[in-house]
């Protein structure tokens, strides 16, 4: 009885390494190789644009009201037809986000009134001094697309007059 159980317990032990040297291996080569996110993922914020490369931003300040971790500053500055960042009168002059405060609740996403604050997909974020978790506008602002003029804009007068653009109504 002495020997057959450690023998039963050995045969066990190898038969389920055998049986997993066949399983599809869930380890994959990261960095080179990434895990898509959910759907719902919640990950490093990013300022979208408009397609004609207009800022969404307007420098409202109620994601950093919104925001139960005081981690988000701004500052704003006014548009003017021969220097335009966005549309409306005001644009973000200064958009900082602390990453070491931000908790990814979501709330600044939920609070801005042109969709302008997003929380992406990326995860990658690393720092080795609290300088550098303070996300400035230039790092958290999406590239212009390749058919649209960077920002500021030269703009025709009484285009860009609404802050807020028309929205559809979520529940029609
Ligand atoms: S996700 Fe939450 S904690 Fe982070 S900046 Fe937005 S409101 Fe603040
Ligand atoms: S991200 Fe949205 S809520 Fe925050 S300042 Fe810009 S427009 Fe206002």
């Not at 190898?14 to 049986?19: G, N, S, V």
């Not at 969404?56 to 500053?73: E, M, Q, R, S, V």
């Not at 006014?78 to 405060?101: C, F, H, K, V, W």
């Not at 996403?109 to 303070?134: K, M, W």
Request: glycine share 4%; hydrophobic share 35%.
């Amino acid at each position: 009885m002495r020997v057959v159980e450690p023998v039963v317990e050995l045969a066990r032990g190898l038969w389920t390494t055998l049986r997993m040297m066949f399983d599809k291996p869930v380890t994959i080569q990261y960095p080179e190789q990434k895990k898509p996110v959910k759907a719902r993922f919640r990950g490093r914020h990013i300022l979208k644009r408009y397609d004609n490369g207009l800022e969404k931003c307007i420098g409202c300040a109620l994601c950093a009201a919104a925001c139960p971790a005081d981690a988000i500053f701004v500052e704003s500055s006014e548009n003017t037809d021969e220097q335009r960042y966005s549309p409306g009168d005001r644009y973000a002059s200064t958009y900082e986000i602390n990453m070491l405060r931000c908790i990814y609740c979501g709330f600044c996403e939920d609070a801005c009134p042109t969709e302008a604050i997003v929380l992406g997909d990326q995860y990658e974020l690393s720092f080795t001094d609290r300088r550098q978790s303070i996300y400035p506008k230039e790092m958290l602002i999406e590239p212009i697309l390749a058919n649209a003029k960077p920002t500021p804009q030269k703009t025709e007068p009484g285009v860009y007059t609404r802050s807020v653009p028309e929205m559809k109504d979520p529940l029609d």
